[in-house]
Structure formats: structure tokens, C-alpha cells
């Protein structure tokens, strides 16, 4: 069982929705990251927190919003969203503080946004 | 040149073949490369770290060539099991939580 989960694992939207991905890890780690996979292409990071501060934004358009409350959650809001943004959106904490990540990335099983 | 670039594959080899992926990276200032898994429709895990020595876990093998910029993975002995998308990671220190860097991943498939 992994030590991060996501939810929803599938979702639809159509373009004027608003919707909330959500991701929670019980491994105590003290940073966690957003990532897009799309097909074809490289896992892309799109946003960090370490210690709930984010300290990196990937030039992420403003209709994705992360929120990171505490260590343990972090949601990603969506809206207006377009037919493009349909990917696997994987969420990862890590145990590292500031210095970076020490290569280990534990993922969650990812959220499958499909965009109508 | 992309970041981190991976022959896309599929390789189709049969049970008990030798495999070997490569990777190049483009980026000199890189410390620390890593290989993950990914099986389908699962998320990302490690499998190894890449150590400038070379380093072997079971049947799988990992170098580095810094000159070359260059890492490679050698499955040895291969397994149905070992089907799966393999992500060559690299990453560079410079204060950045974000500073991961994924290739495409190059698939495998075993066959019987």
C-alpha cells in the first residue's frame, strides 16, 4: 500500500468546473510536489512545497492552484481548465529539506483528469 | 538538445535476455542520476541510484560516464515482471526542491 494517496483517481471536468485534487502522505516527509504526466512526453513538475512554503512554481498557468495546509496534504484546484490539461497528475513527497531532494520521489498512484 | 534524452523504445526481448537502456543528459553541472520504474498505469518508484563507480543490485547494473554525460542500465536474466517504463533521473543541487530532471522513459516488454 503506498504511503501517499490520491484522490480522485479519475475525473472528468468540463471547462467551467471547478474541482479539487487531493493528496495526503503518512511517510512524515516534509516536502511534496505536483507533477503532469501526459503521453508522450517527460513527467513534469509543476509545483514544490518544503515545510508548506512553495518554493517553486514551474510557470504553471494561474487555472491550476496549489494549497498546501499542512505537511501531510496538498490539494491542486482546477478551473477552467482546457481539453489539454488531460493528463496523470501524480503527487510525490520526499523526505529532504532545502538542499533538494535526495533522488527518492515517493508517488502517489495519480489523479487521471480527463478535460470535456 | 533535451534535458535528459532516452531511446523511447518499445524493446520486446524474450524471458532470460540481456537488455540495456541508455540515457544522455545534457546538463554538465548534474550530481546525482537515479533510474525509476514505472509499471503500467502505476506510478513512479525507484529503482536504483546511479554511483559514478558503477553499482549492481541483483541483475540489474547501472553506470555512469560523466565525460559522456551518459548512464546506462543492463537488466540481466530478464524477468516477465521486469515489463515496465524505465525513467532515467537526473538531478543538479542548487538550493531548488524541483531540481528533478525526467527523461520520456523507455519501455520494456518480456515475453514469454
Known amino acids: 500500500e503506498t504511503g501517499v494517496t490520491q484522490t480522485p483517481r479519475h475525473l472528468v471536468m468540463g471547462m467551467t468546473n471547478k474541482k479539487s485534487l487531493k493528496c495526503e502522505q503518512h511517510?512524515?516527509?516534509?516536502?511534496m510536489y505536483w507533477y503532469k504526466q501526459s503521453a508522450k512526453k517527460p513527467l513534469e513538475l509543476m509545483f514544490v512545497y518544503s515545510l508548506e512554503e512553495r518554493v517553486e512554481n514551474n510557470s504553471v498557468p494561474s487555472r491550476f492552484s496549489p494549497e498546501c495546509p499542512n505537511s501531510s496534504h496538498l490539494f491542486l484546484h482546477l478551473h477552467t481548465l482546457q481539453p489539454e490539461d488531460s493528463a496523470l497528475y501524480l503527487c510525490?513527497?520526499?523526505?529532504?529539506?532545502?538542499?533538494?531532494?535526495?533522488?527518492?520521489?515517493?508517488f502517489g498512484e495519480g489523479s487521471r483528469l480527463t478535460v470535456l | 538538445r533535451k534535458e535528459v534524452e532516452q531511446d523511447p523504445g518499445p524493446f520486446n526481448v524474450p524471458e532470460g535476455a540481456t537488455v540495456a537502456f541508455n540515457c544522455t543528459y545534457s546538463n554538465s553541472a548534474s550530481q546525482s542520476f537515479f533510474w525509476y520504474r514505472q509499471d503500467c498505469r502505476k506510478e513512479p518508484k525507484l529503482l536504483m541510484s546511479?554511483?559514478?563507480s558503477g553499482n549492481e543490485d541483483g541483475r540489474f547494473t547501472a553506470q555512469l560516464n560523466r565525460a559522456s554525460q551518459y548512464i546506462s542500465l543492463l537488466i540481466r536474466d530478464s524477468k516477465l515482471s521486469d515489463s515496465a517504463t524505465y525513467l532515467c533521473?537526473?538531478?543538479?543541487?542548487?538550493?531548488?526542491?524541483?531540481?528533478?530532471?525526467f527523461g520520456k522513459g523507455t519501455k520494456l516488454s518480456v515475453k514469454p
Open positions: 510525490a513527497s520526499s523526505a529532504a529539506g532545502l538542499a533538494g531532494p535526495t533522488g527518492e520521489l515517493f
Open positions: 546511479v554511483y559514478s
Open positions: 533521473v537526473v538531478s543538479t543541487v542548487g538550493g531548488s526542491q524541483g531540481n528533478l530532471i
Open positions: 511517510l512524515g516527509h516534509n516536502a
